[in-house]
């Protein structure tokens, strides 16, 4: 099973009502150590690194975001500034002038997707909420 359609899903998700495309890119990782199950080869992924998949693993896994608040969300060798967390699965990080990263856990991925500059990143939220609930809705 090829997991980069879920990259397609979620940016299609993103469009709002005038078709503006929120989301730019995205990818999925583990929960249990942040192994990507997305590919890099897709044109719209988060080249997220090891080291950075597996610290927002291990912060939503442990429900421990600490290390955001002190250090910030990186992904893609950028730092962002930690906003908030609801319900112990949702992350929001926002980088003056590079956008914004929504997270979201599911029961064992991880969504995250990128919010170009200017964009809303609320509806991105939306998006990446569509791909973790259908996850989780299949065991996922």
């Known amino acids: 099973m090829s997991w980069d359609g879920y990259i397609d899903n979620l940016v299609a998700q993103s469009k709002d009502a005038s078709g503006t495309t929120h989301a730019d890119k995205a990818c999925i990782i583990g929960l249990d150590g942040g192994a990507k199950w997305t590919s890099d080869t897709h044109p719209m992924?988060?080249?997220?690194?090891?080291?950075?998949?597996s610290t927002i693993a291990t912060c939503l896994k442990n429900k421990d975001f600490s290390s955001f608040q002190s250090s910030g969300v990186h992904v893609e060798n950028i730092k962002y500034n930690y906003l908030r967390e609801e319900d112990g699965k949702l992350v929001l990080a926002k980088k003056k002038d590079m956008g914004a990263i929504t997270i979201q856990a599911s029961t064992t991925a991880i969504v995250i997707a990128h919010t170009v500059e200017g964009?809303?990143?609320?509806?991105?939220?939306?998006?990446?909420n569509v791909i973790?609930?259908?996850?989780?809705?299949?065991?996922?």
């Not at 992924?45 to 998949?53: L, Y």
């Open 132 to 140: 973790a609930e259908y996850l989780i809705s299949v065991g996922m």
């Open 45 to 53: 992924a988060i080249k997220i690194s090891g080291p950075e998949a």
């Open 119 to 128: 964009g809303q990143q609320g509806t991105t939220n939306k998006a990446v």
